[in-house]
């Protein structure tokens, strides 16, 4: 029956009595989307193939290229800063079909469709590589007789103050390990000893080295009291200095 063996139930020289059964397939149903995993870029690495878990489609065809530039080959390393492009195109396997409105996902973000059809998603997702900063090297106004708590830390390129922290200076003289927090109204007195702490995060396209190599302020080393890719809480210590005596040039006439 349509090329396929019947079964016979009996059969003379006169007559022949066979079936054959027929089974209804299940309705298609179109996919609605799809979720792609791959490695994602880090400088120095090479491109990675992209692969789906999603029932009834394959990735037929994939191309890493530097964003808005020219294609990558197997053998180039991506490098920290730039924006990377992987470029993908996914069918249905035989017998099923896409959704006209299916969307895909990389790594469980959304990817950007650029045309689609029932036997066919063409997609994309950029990635950016970070750069990694293993060395902070910042700088504050020192503590000085009379002057009051200066939070205006200076940071290199890609490290910012983490606004959603307390950022503090504490008068270390009440013989704890903590000290006071001091307000900003708070003035400094010659010969105390001030801790500061803050708390800074990498801007975007940047993470921290976890353990980093090493935070310093105005030069000295600094104790570190969390670390991680994206947070860093540092203390340093200080002796408050003197005020300078204020010069002044007198003309006496007789």
């Known amino acids: 029956v349509n090329g396929n063996a019947a079964t016979i139930m009996d059969q003379t020289a006169s007559y022949l009595n066979c079936y054959y059964e027929f ?6 149903v179109p996919v609605s989307s799809v979720e792609i995993s791959v490695t994602a870029p880090t400088a120095g690495a090479t491109p ?3 692969t789906t ?14 964003s808005g530039g020219s294609n990558l080959d197997s053998s180039t390393a991506f490098e920290a800063g730039k924006t990377y492009r992987l470029e993908m195109t996914i069918n249905p396997t ?7 409105t299916a969307t895909a996902t990389v790594n469980g973000n959304a990817a950007t469709i650029m045309d689609q059809g029932a036997s066919y998603l063409n997609c994309y997702y950029d990635f950016t590589v970070e750069s990694t900063i293993d060395t902070i090297a910042a700088t504050i106004t020192p503590p000085v007789a009379g002057a009051t ?9 890609g490290v910012q103050i983490d606004t959603s922290s307390n950022n503090n200076w504490f008068d270390m003289s009440n013989g704890t390990e903590t000290g006071t927090v001091m307000a900003p109204t708070d ?3 010659a010969g105390r000893t001030y801790r500061c702490r803050f708390t800074v995060e990498p801007k975007p396209g940047y993470v921290f080295a976890n353990p980093i190599s090493a935070v310093t302020l105005n030069g000295n080393a600094t104790t570190i009291f969390f670390n991680s890719t994206n947070l860093l809480v540092f ?3 200080f002796v408050a200095t003197a005020a300078s005596a204020t010069e002044y040039d007198i003309t006496v006439t007789d």
């Open 48 to 50: 990675a193939a992209p």
């Open 187 to 189: 003035t400094y007195i």
């Open 53 to 66: 878990s999603t029932a009834n489609v394959s990735i037929i065809g994939y191309q890493w290229k530097i």
């Open 235 to 237: 203390d340093a210590t």
């Open 23 to 28: 089974t209804i397939p299940a309705a298609v």
């Open 149 to 157: 708590p200066d939070l205006n830390l200076v940071l290199p390129i």
């Open 94 to 100: 035989t017998g099923q079909t896409l959704s006209n």
